[in-house]
């Protein structure tokens, strides 16, 4: 979809505009892409499900790209790694960067402190 709105704006519509793809030689299941969610994914960004918590409740709001910064609302955190040669598997070099699942979650549980302090 995003290769083709490329395609389409680029070569049709004659656009002066840039789209950065990056490919990889390794197979990602994704998910199926939710019916009205093509101008979110065009843009950037999209819903992957909503939340189930009350509204009222802390809850951690996952992005993939710091480029997103400007569409999500509230406290930020950062994690991130470059990947070149620096680990055999992608689970170590995770855990290389500190972007694993356990520190994902320790970040998260951070911040959701750090931003519950500043409220009181």
Not at 35 to 48: H, K, N, Q, Y
């Amino acid at each position: 979809m995003i290769l083709q709105d490329g395609m389409r704006r680029m070569l049709e519509a004659q656009e002066d505009v840039f789209y950065y793809v990056t490919v990889m030689n390794e197979n990602y299941a994704q998910p199926p892409l939710p019916a009205g969610s093509e101008e979110g994914i065009r843009r950037g960004m999209s819903l992957l499900r909503a939340s189930a918590l009350p509204a009222d409740r802390a809850r951690v709001q996952l992005a993939g790209s710091a480029t997103i910064r400007a569409w999500v609302p509230g406290h930020y955190v950062t994690l991130g790694t470059d990947g070149y040669g620096r680990s055999d598997t992608r689970a170590a070099l995770r855990a290389h960067f500190g972007v694993d699942r356990a520190r994902i979650c320790a970040a998260a549980r951070a911040a959701m402190s750090e931003v519950a302090s500043t409220e009181k």
